[in-house]
């Protein structure tokens, strides 16, 4: 009997872990999306990034260090080279491998995950090769998982930033994410963004010290005082950009791709159902 009793008791204890495990693992402030919903989300991303072309789910911009890959436009470092941006597109390869997606020999062997081209001159002379080619072609075959890996890469952005906010700021800051989490609008801007500038965590995303993440756009919102949270976010956004490009030690960014930058946050409107 009584040992009995204590097999009921290690019973009773292993499912009291399970739920309060359960509970810590729950994300502070989560998303809910139908696949339909993803799925028009990232169509939404993809032509942000791309216009809707294949060519560029493989491709290096001038004058950049890095190639960027997906409908994400994921950053793909070279061997050796630094860069004050968040590395994303190895991120993405280790979520496939995890989710068991099925991927080039070449790219699932890699150890590190280094991009192949040396630099962008090496990577135009191979651009229409076999490899980059089937690279574009599986990368247009992925494209939900893309936009799994972007919308689960949201949730867990969105608790850092909420576990970096000082503890007496916190209900403030989980307010504006919960209004802009109700709306379809406001999920795909969320995702949008941090896609697209990353969290503003990083002291390396900074120009004078002023950050140009999703973070910073967040905290510039108590700002602003008319309008729902996406069109307060919208503004926000738009002011975040337009400080980083003042800021930028490169000219380009104010005169090539600022305009650019608001015509994309722009897109974050009311969207009703899809």
């Known amino acids: 009997m009584r040992r009995f009793r204590s097999l009921i008791a290690l019973l009773l204890l292993t499912v ?22 993803l799925s ?5 991303i993809y032509q942000n990034e791309c216009a809707g072309k294949v060519d560029c789910l493989v491709h290096w911009s001038e ?23 968040a590395e994303s597109f190895p991120e993405l390869v280790q979520y496939m491998a995890s989710e068991s997606v099925g991927m080039p020999e070449w790219l699932a062997d890699m150890n590190p995950i280094d991009a192949p081209w040396p630099d962008r001159e090496t990577f135009l002379l191979h ?10 072609w599986f990368l247009d075959e992925t494209r939900h998982i893309q936009a799994r890996f972007m919308y689960e890469r949201t949730q867990d952005s969105l608790d850092e930033i909420l576990d970096a906010t000082p503890k007496e700021d916190r209900p403030a800051m989980r307010e504006r994410m919960d209004e802009l989490r109700s709306t379809l609008g406001g999920i795909y801007a969320l995702i949008d963004y941090v896609n697209f500038k990353g969290e503003g965590l990083s002291d390396r995303e900074a120009y004078h010290g002023q950050g140009w993440g999703l973070r910073q756009v967040l905290l510039r919102m108590d700002d ?11 503004v926000a956004a738009a002011d975040v950009l337009k400080q980083r490009a003042n ?10 791709w600022l305009a650019g930058w608001l015509n994309r946050v722009s897109t974050y409107r009311d969207l009703g159902q899809v």
């Open 16 to 37: 009291a872990l399970t739920v309060c495990g359960a509970a810590l693992t729950k994300p502070d402030v989560e998303l809910k999306l139908s696949d339909q919903q």
């Open 40 to 44: 028009w989300i990232a169509g939404k």
């Open 63 to 85: 004058g950049e260090a890095f190639p960027t890959l997906g409908i994400g436009h994921f950053k793909w470092y070279p061997k050796g080279v630094e860069a004050p941006y």
């Open 127 to 136: 651009q229409h090769g076999p490899q980059v080619e089937f690279l574009r």
């Open 224 to 234: 602003i005082d008319q309008g729902t949270a996406l069109e307060r976010f919208r």
């Open 247 to 256: 800021n930028a030690p490169n000219a380009d960014e104010r005169k090539k």
